[in-house]
């Protein structure tokens, strides 16, 4: 089945500096990849889709430079979150697709704490 | 954007009930799809269902399109069956969620 595998699991690192969040597929080509940020008990909000090879599509609200997407192979995304502050403290997760599957399969998420 | 409501936000079972979870959403969809979100964040796919019924084991998941709402079905619910399950249509739209609770 489909593999896609996000690390790190778990992050905390200090108000200023940025973090990269690796999403890989594993076992197939993902043409497409979307990511995602849940609070605490509540739904996921899709922050941008990246396509393989071209720039992502941020959601309304989400500002680009702050969280920088990059999909330059087909079986990596990364999202760059620069200069973090505590309120960007959140559970971050990816998924992936490809054209001509159905469904998506999500990354295990990574939790950022931002002290 | 389409909205996704799903019903109901919380239930809690005894081990081995049966329970129906409700997704409607506020126009035609071509894809409509269930998640189970773990304990421990986790998600997994469920059912890709634009329409009609599907079964995997103790679950199925019905789709009526032209009502626009889908249905989950847990059937012999588990203790491993709790989180919280999502319905999300294109665009990536999720549901707000139902959090299940099965109790031993």
């Known amino acids: 089945g489909a593999v896609v595998s996000q690390h790190p699991s778990r992050v905390i690192c200090k108000s200023g500096t940025s973090v990269k969040i690796e999403c890989r597929s594993l076992d197939f080509q993902a043409t497409t990849m979307f990511w995602y940020r849940q609070f605490p008990k509540q739904s996921l909000m899709l922050m941008a889709t990246?396509?393989?090879?071209?720039?992502?599509?941020?959601e309304q609200g989400v500002e680009k430079d702050k969280f920088l997407i990059n999909h330059a192979s087909l079986t990596l995304s990364t999202l760059t979150v620069t200069s973090a502050h505590p309120e960007d403290s959140s559970f971050y997760i990816c998924?992936?697709?490809?054209?001509?599957?159905?469904?998506?399969?999500f990354g295990s998420g990574t939790r950022l704490t931002v002290v | 954007g389409i909205q996704v409501e799903q019903s109901p936000p919380d239930l809690i079972l005894q081990e081995g009930a049966n329970s129906t979870l409700r997704c409607n959403f506020s126009d035609s969809v071509n894809n409509l799809q269930w998640f189970h979100q773990n304990p421990w964040g986790q998600l997994i796919n469920l059912f890709y269902i634009p329409s009609g019924t599907k079964q995997n084991g103790r679950l199925s998941a019905t789709t009526v399109a032209t009502e626009r709402y889908s249905l989950l079905y847990i059937s012999s619910s588990q203790t491993t069956d709790s989180g919280v399950y999502f319905c999300a249509s294109e665009g990536q739209r999720f549901g707000a969620g139902t959090r299940l609770t099965v109790k031993p």
């Open positions: 998924s992936a697709t490809a054209t001509g599957r159905y469904g998506y399969t």
């Open positions: 990246s396509n393989e090879g071209s720039k992502a599509t941020y």
